[in-house]
């Protein structure tokens, strides 16, 4: 067997590089406010995990939303950021 066809077939698919979706505390929005745009921007968040991640803003300045394929995290980034909350993206090393 040559060397080329051991090198196709060790060949490892890589993954889409993730992103996190960050939440930034602000002093504007009311804290149901958050939790319920939060709830209808990422279908995957429950409300007891949606109150987490306000709370933990809240309480440290910023908190991790969810980490996903990039695509997904600058809609859901963009999408926050439409109804007024501050929100980034960085990647998920």
Not at 3 to 16: D, F, G, M, P
Not at 29 to 58: D, F, K
Request: proline share 4%; hydrophobic share 35%.
């Amino acid at each position: 067997m040559s060397v080329e066809t051991l090198e196709k077939r060790s060949t490892v698919r890589k993954h889409a590089p993730r992103y996190r979706v960050l939440l930034h505390n602000d002093d504007f929005n009311s804290m149901e406010y958050v939790v319920q745009t939060l709830v209808q921007t990422v279908p995957a968040l429950t409300q007891p995990q949606a109150v987490s991640i306000m709370m933990e803003a809240h309480t440290n300045g910023k908190a991790l939303v969810i980490t996903c394929a990039q695509e997904h995290a600058e809609f859901y980034c963009e999408t926050l950021r439409n109804h007024g909350l501050s929100s980034s993206i960085e990647p998920d090393d």
